[in-house]
C-alpha cells in the first residue's frame, strides 16, 4: 500500500480541502485535490492520504487516515518529485526521491527534521521501525550518522575555488536546523571572503594566486546539517593559467551509446 503522511508544523486549526498534491516525473502530473470537503489538520497534528484506509485501520488511529479518492499511484522505478500545494497555489513542501538512490527494502522513507525543506535528500531516512513504517505515529528513521567528505576541489579564477563536499554544511550547534554553516578556514593564501550554497563552499581570496602557486586549504571543524562533524578536511592544489585560445573552440560530441533497456 502506498500512503503520503502529512504533519502540521504551525500553532493553527488548518482546512487542507483546498490543498493539492502534484507528482512530477517524466511527464507533468495534474494538481491532485487532497479532499472535496472540509479537512481539518489541528496543530501538530499527522494526516495520512491514501487510497484505501482499511489497508491501514489496524495500525493508525482512524483520525490520523484519510481516503484521498484520486490519490496518486508513486512512480517506484523512475525519478519523481512530489509537491505539496496551497490554496494560493504555492509549494509549501516538495520531495524528490528516486527509488534507486534510497535502498529502503520496502520501508518507509521517513523526515529526519521538519525544520529543514523536504526537498534537502540528506533529511530522509528508511524507517527503523519494526513494521518499517509509523503512519499516523511519530517517525522513527535512520540516523544520519556520517560526517561530510570534501570530494572536490578546484580553482575558479586566480582569485577565488570551489570546494563540494557530500552534503550540505550545518552549524553543529543547532543540529536539524536550517543554520548558517559554522566552520573555521586556515590557508597559505589569505581567505577574503566566503560563501556556502548547498554542498558548495566558495573561497575568495585578499590577493592574486599566481601562475602555478600551490594552494592548500583546511576546513576546520565542519559538521554537516544534523551536527555530525569533522575536526579538519583539507586540500591542496596548483593554479595553471591557461592561455586564452582566439576564435571559437571547436570541440564536439562525437559519439555516444545508451545501454539498451533490460
Known amino acids: 500500500e502506498q500512503w503520503v503522511e ?18 512530477r516525473g517524466r511527464g507533468l502530473d495534474r494538481p491532485r485535490p487532497l479532499s ?9 497534528g499527522r494526516l495520512v492520504l491514501l487510497r484505501d484506509t482499511s489497508r491501514l485501520a489496524g495500525w493508525a488511529a482512524g483520525g490520523h487516515l484519510h481516503a484521498m479518492a484520486d490519490f496518486p499511484g508513486l512512480n517506484r522505478s523512475t525519478e519523481e518529485r512530489l509537491l505539496l500545494i496551497t490554496p494560493e497555489e504555492a509549494v509549501s513542501d516538495s520531495v524528490t526521491y528516486n527509488p534507486g538512490d ?28 519494526p513494521d518499517g ?3 499516523g505515529k511519530a517517525n522513527r528513521p535512520e540516523a ?44 597559505d593564501h589569505p581567505v577574503e571572503r566566503w560563501h556556502a550554497d548547498g554542498d558548495s563552499l566558495r573561497l575568495e581570496f585578499a590577493a592574486h594566486v599566481n601562475p602555478d602557486e600551490q594552494v592548500t586549504v583546511r576546513y576546520l571543524d565542519v559538521a554537516d ?19 586564452e585560445v582566439p576564435g571559437r573552440s571547436r570541440i564536439v560530441l562525437n559519439e555516444f551509446r545508451v545501454s539498451p533497456a533490460g
Open 6 to 23: 502529512l504533519q502540521s508544523a504551525t500553532d493553527r486549526y488548518l482546512d487542507l480541502s483546498d490543498w493539492q498534491l502534484i507528482r
Open 36 to 44: 472535496g470537503r472540509e479537512l481539518p489538520l489541528p496543530p501538530g
Open 102 to 129: 534510497w535502498q529502503t527494502e520496502g520501508r518507509s522513507l521517513e523526515r529526519r527534521s521538519a525544520d529543514l525543506p523536504g526537498w534537502f535528500p540528506e533529511n530522509w531516512g528508511a524507517s527503523t521501525h
Open 133 to 135: 513504517f509509523t503512519p
Open 144 to 187: 544520519d550518522a556520517d560526517p561530510p567528505a570534501l570530494l572536490t576541489t578546484r580553482f575558479t579564477s586566480d582569485r577565488s575555488l570551489v570546494s563540494r563536499f557530500s552534503e550540505r554544511l550545518g552549524d553543529p550547534d543547532h543540529p536539524g536546523t536550517l543554520m548558517p554553516p559554522r566552520f573555521r578556514v586556515q590557508s
Open 225 to 243: 546539517l544534523f551536527g555530525n562533524a569533522v575536526a579538519e578536511l583539507a586540500a591542496t592544489l596548483r593554479y595553471h593559467q591557461f592561455p
